[in-house]
């Protein structure tokens, strides 16, 4: 039988959850020859993804990633982590900004599974789009 990505995530999960350091070293080990036995390390980076999602789904945390064409501003770095809250219910948002000068203006917003994307590079080939059909 195959182990989906998420279900060793899960499993994963369910077996560090409020363990000491001593059995979270043990437990990964344990995980990482399973992973072996059943040729699936190629899976580990995935594993490892959406074991952060359900960690931090937990923990009420979300990371995001902001790439804009120019450096944000203060009040505009908190606006997007006001949104983020507000959109996710998250106590705490790990904001990381990019800057991207292709974007033109605008920005693109990745968070959770989600992409929210206001650059005008995008809405200029909508547009580019909408014309040509």
Same mark, same amino acid.
């Given at each position: 039988?195959?182990?989906?990505?998420?279900?060793?995530?899960?499993?994963?999960?369910?077996?560090?959850?409020?363990?000491?350091?001593?059995?979270?070293?043990?437990?990964?080990?344990?995980?990482?020859?399973?992973?072996?036995?059943?040729?699936?390390?190629?899976?580990?980076?995935?594993?490892?993804?959406?074991?952060?999602?359900?960690?931090?789904?937990?923990?009420?945390?979300?990371?995001?990633?902001?790439?804009?064409?120019?450096?944000?501003?203060?009040?505009?770095?908190?606006?997007?982590?006001?949104?983020?809250?507000?959109?996710?219910?998250?106590?705490?948002?790990?904001?990381?900004?990019?800057?991207?000068?292709?974007?033109? +203006? +605008?920005?693109?917003?990745?968070?959770?599974?989600?992409?929210?994307?206001?650059?005008?590079?995008?809405?200029?080939?909508?547009?580019?789009?909408?014309?040509?059909?």
């Amino acid at each position: 039988m195959k182990v989906s990505v998420q279900q060793y995530a899960k499993s994963l999960y369910d077996s560090v959850f409020e363990k000491s350091e001593k059995e979270v070293k043990a437990v990964l080990k344990s995980f990482v020859a399973i992973l072996g036995r059943n040729r699936e390390l190629n899976k580990a980076e995935e594993i490892i993804r959406v074991f952060n999602e359900l960690w931090n789904k937990e923990h009420g945390e979300v990371n995001a990633t902001l790439v804009s064409a120019r450096e944000l501003g203060p009040t505009a770095r908190e606006t997007v982590t006001h949104y983020l809250k507000e959109k996710t219910s998250a106590k705490k948002i790990s904001l990381k900004e990019e800057v991207d000068e292709k974007l033109i +203006g +605008g920005f693109v917003l990745k968070y959770d599974s989600k992409v929210l994307d206001g650059s005008l590079k995008t809405s200029l080939e909508n547009l580019k789009n909408n014309i040509s059909n």
